[in-house]
């Protein structure tokens, strides 16, 4: 989608421009009590291919997060997961979070954590550990990056919307302990590998 955020912001650069220029004349006529300059077509128009194309940019990204067919799921699953078959299907678990295992070192003091309901809800959030993770994440907490999953045997897929950004997510369901991740941010097209373990315990209640 890059190409769609660079013509987005060209489209929104020549809008302002003629806006700009539109309003300049505005303010000096009416300094002087003069009509208001009349808007032309032209104006409007790129108005409109400004409106449109930021919408295409937005919402375009999920003609691509799609179910895979069984094929294409299995050479996936390979690729990722050799170890594991498609013949078992995990569970989702709703009673706690999921929290991402790091190789290594993190550059940050803070984690991700990932909350699942049975409406299809899904809810992210980044903290320092699960405690503070289990009191932040529900659905009426403003600081939340929420989105809606789809589940299809054991793939996934679910668009995060963040306050930052707009994030891509398909994977598997391995366990009833354990999902695997692929993630892509749609303006940086930064794509992450990561597992998610799940971790019970006592959440914040949505009543």
Known sequence: MKLAQRISYVIWLLALLFWGNWLLDAAKMRSQAMALPWISFLQIGVLIAAIVSTTIWVIGGKKYLHFLSDDEFDKWRKYFLPGTNTNTVGSLQFSGLYKVVLEGESDSNKEEYLRFY??????????????????????????????????????????????????????????EWLIYLVSVDRTTRMRKVRSYEYLNGPLKSDE
């Open 118 to 175: 049975r409406d299809r809800t899904v809810l992210y959030f980044s903290a320092s550990d699960i405690s503070q993770a289990a009191q932040q994440l529900y659905k009426k907490n403003p600081l939340c990056s929420k989105g809606s999953y789809k589940q299809r045997n054991a793939q996934i897929i679910f668009t995060i919307n963040g306050r930052r950004a707009i994030v891509d997510y398909f994977g598997m369901v391995v366990t």
